[in-house]
C-alpha cells in the first residue's frame, strides 16, 4: 500500500474573500496601519478567529510596550517563527529598540537592561518547558520588580504569541514584513 502526502497551500484571503465582520477589520486595518499584515488576514480565514485574536492582543495589560515586544521577541524566535519575528522585530523598533538590542532580546543576552534580561530568560524558560519555569527564573523575575499581576500578563502573552506562531508555522503565509537576520 502507497501512502501519498499531499502539500497544502494556504492562501492568503483578500477582503473580497472574508466575511463583512472581517471585512470591517480590514478596513480599519488599512487605514490604521496602510496595510493588512497576511497573519491578520490569515485569521480572517475563520468567521471569528480575527476578531477574537485581536481583543486577547488588544487587552489591557501591566506590561509596557517594550516589556511586551521582548516577549514577543523571545517568544517567536524560541517558535522559529518568521513571521512573528519579523514583524515584532518592526514594532520594536517602532518602541525605541535599536537594531543591537533586538539581536540581543532574540538570543535573551540583554546586557543593557538587567530588568528586560530577567524577563526575557523567564519568557524564554516558561515557553521551552511549556509553562513549567524553574523556582529560579520566577524569583529573579520577582526579584527584577515584576509582581504576580505582572506574571498573569507575561502568560497571556506568552499564549498569545504560540498562537500567532503556530499559526503561521502551520500556514506558511508569506512574510510581509522586511527581513530579519537569522540568530
Not at 523598533?93 to 537594531?99: C, I, L, N, Q, V
Not at 503556530?166 to 530579519?180: E, F, G, R, S
Request: aromatic fraction near 8%; charged fraction near 25%.
Amino acid at each position: 500500500m502507497s501512502t501519498q502526502t499531499h502539500t497544502v497551500t494556504f492562501k492568503v484571503p483578500t477582503r473580497d474573500e472574508v466575511s463583512p465582520t472581517n471585512q470591517a477589520i480590514f478596513d480599519h486595518m488599512q487605514s490604521a496601519f496602510g496595510k493588512v499584515p497576511n497573519l491578520y488576514a490569515t485569521f480572517a480565514l475563520h468567521e471569528n478567529a480575527l476578531e477574537d485574536y485581536l481583543s486577547l492582543q488588544n487587552r489591557k495589560t501591566t506590561l509596557d510596550s517594550k516589556e511586551k515586544e521582548i516577549i514577543n521577541l523571545v517568544v517567536s524566535q524560541i517558535n522559529d517563527c518568521k513571521y512573528c519575528t519579523a514583524a515584532h522585530t518592526a514594532v520594536g523598533k517602532m518602541y525605541g529598540f535599536t537594531d543591537d538590542e533586538i539581536l540581543a532580546i532574540r538570543r535573551v543576552d540583554i546586557s543593557f537592561n538587567d530588568k528586560f534580561d530577567a524577563l526575557a530568560k523567564f519568557v524564554k524558560e516558561t515557553t521551552i518547558s511549556r509553562g513549567r519555569a524553574s523556582e529560579k527564573a520566577l524569583n529573579t523575575l520577582f526579584a527584577s520588580g515584576y509582581t504576580t499581576e505582572n506574571l498573569i500578563d507575561i502568560i497571556v502573552l506568552i499564549g498569545d504569541k504560540v498562537i500567532s506562531n503556530y499559526l503561521h508555522n502551520t500556514t506558511k503565509i508569506p512574510v510581509d514584513w522586511d527581513a530579519v537576520p537569522n540568530i
